[in-house]
């Protein structure tokens, strides 16, 4: 008997310079929704300062600190729970590298190769490792619960049952496949 593959959650952020130009936001939306990443939740926010600097905590003794967290508090970004099998790969491949001169001479077509500026304003964030995606979400999603998430949704995100708002940018579960719809969480 085959056992059932189980999605994986990462923590994609479009910063703030992203976000504030509409074609290079739809071109990103385009390319995650191409790439089968179905977005389990999606908000748009400044991002606080104490936010920033939990999320940012490992850079804290670097020379660059003070810049990633002016720039990522410095305008609206998108932050988005990302799942798809390998989703924490999937993403950062499309992502490419983080030095933006590197994407742009190795990774061309990539996001980072098309649309990050700098390496401050290298255009998306995502998770390295499934321990640091948990950690990250709890700091922008901080009532997301990982264990409801994975005994009521997933399954229908594993199975395609969703609907997929592109306003809100964001994959609900069809409550028309679900037979018991008090078991879904939102």
Known sequence: MQSQKYLQLTLAILK????????????????IIDNNLKIVRSRRTVIMRNEAELFYEEHKDKFFYNRLLTFICSGPSDIHILADYDAI?????????TKVYQAQYIAPKTIRGMFGLSDTRNATHGSDSEKSAEREIKIFFNNFDFKKWYE????????????FNPIA?????DTSSVTDANQITK
């Open 169 to 173: 940018f964001l994959h609900t579960i």
């Open 152 to 163: 009521y949704e997933e399954k229908y995100y594993n199975l395609g049952q969703l609907h």
């Open 89 to 97: 790969v999937k993403w950062r491949k499309l992502m490419g590298p």
């Open 16 to 31: 703030p310079h992203v976000v504030k130009s509409p074609f290079v936001l739809q071109r990103i939306r385009d390319l």
